[in-house]
Every structure is written in C-alpha cells, then in structure tokens.
C-alpha cells in the first residue's frame, strides 16, 4: 500500500518529486532489463549443468565398468600403476569469474603429465579418470555459477518490486495530492481576485 510521502507543500518540492520519479522509472527499466538478463543466463547454466550431469553419470558409469575389470586383471598394483606414472598430479586453480556484474567462484583445471607408458588398458583408464574429475570440477564450476545468479536475482527481483510497488506509486500519489493542492489553490486565488475586483468596480461606479 502506497502513502503519502512528508514533504513541504512548494512548488520546488513538487519539481524535486517529479524528477525523483522520473529517476526512479529509470532505475526501474534498469533494474529489470537487468534481471531478464540475469534470468536467461541463469537458465542457460541451468541447463549446462543438467547436460554435464546426464554426460557424468553416463562417464562415470563406464569408467567404473573398467576399474573393475582392471582390478581384477591387476589387483591393487593398478592404482599403483596410475601413481607413479603421473608428475606431480593434477593440479586446480581456484579463482572468480565474473557473470553480468556477479562474482562466482571458478576453478582451472592444470592436468598431471605421464611419464611412462603404463599396461595395456592403464592408459586410457588413465586419461578418462582425469576427465571425470576435469568433468565433476566443471560442473560445480557451473553449479556454483547458479547459486550466485540465484541470490543476485533474488536481490534485484526485490529492487524492482520495491521500486514498482512502493517508491514509485507513493512518488506519484504524494505528486497528485500536491498538483491538486495548487491546483485548488489557484481557484481559490482567481476566485478571491475576482471577489476583489467586483468590489473595487462597485466602489467606482458610486463614485
């Protein structure tokens, strides 16, 4: 519900009030360019998450197959195997990105180098388990990317409804109730103006 705003009954205050809405319209348009912005990123994450999840799911499932296999090919020597042919791991970077003016947190991924060539099915086994976790880091990449865009969406969906709900209507009621103030004032001015000037002709014509 909007109200009326406490201000002086002037002139100068009703041209304050009007530029004041007219800035807040502005910001308005703003605010909500804005958030259709941060809306179709948002969903555009969205589904790039959900595709990275489906393409994980369906990785981790075959990867998960071969370890198996392997295990019982090589035993426990397999993992063996993988640690030292690899120079010193793998490596993530953790930094910020940022998406339309909202700061998320990102990872780079620098992958380990192998330096010996490892039994017959090591070696892809090897290079799909680095893509998995390369894939899991992606996704929480993009999942922490939506959580940021989520809370920013939240906050800007709450501007732009409190600028259309209640700082613009209450601007412009509070300038209606002022226009129609002077308004009446006028009337009322012309009205005593004309009061005055019947008299002042009366007092002429007795003369």
Do not use: C, W
């Not at 308005?28 to 489906?54: M, S, W």
């Amino acid at each position: 519900m909007s109200s009326l705003m406490r201000v002086r009954a002037t002139k100068i205050e009703l041209i304050k009030l009007r530029r004041r809405r007219d800035l807040a319209k502005k910001v308005h348009r703003i605010l909500r360019e804005r958030l259709t912005i941060l809306v179709n990123e948002f969903l555009t994450r969205v589904r790039e998450a959900y595709n990275f999840r489906l393409e994980l799911n369906k990785y981790i499932s075959s990867v998960y197959n071969k370890a198996i296999l392997l295990t019982g090919t090589y035993g426990d020597k397999s993992y063996s195997f993988l640690r030292s042919s690899l120079k010193n791991g793998m490596r993530v970077y953790v930094g910020h990105e940022n998406i339309m003016g909202v700061r998320s947190v990102s990872a780079v991924v620098k992958e380990p180098e192998i330096l010996v060539s490892l039994p017959p099915g090591l070696d892809e086994f090897s290079r799909e388990a680095i893509k998995i976790i390369t894939m899991i880091i992606d996704l929480g990449r993009t999942e922490q990317a939506i959580i940021s865009l989520g809370k920013e969406i939240g906050r800007t969906k709450r501007k732009v409804n409190a600028l259309e709900y209640i700082v613009i209507p209450r601007l412009e009621k509070t300038i209606r109730y002022l226009s129609m103030k002077f308004e009446e004032r006028e009337r009322e001015e012309k009205a005593r103006l004309k009061r005055v000037k019947s008299m002042l002709e009366k007092k002429r014509g007795r003369k």
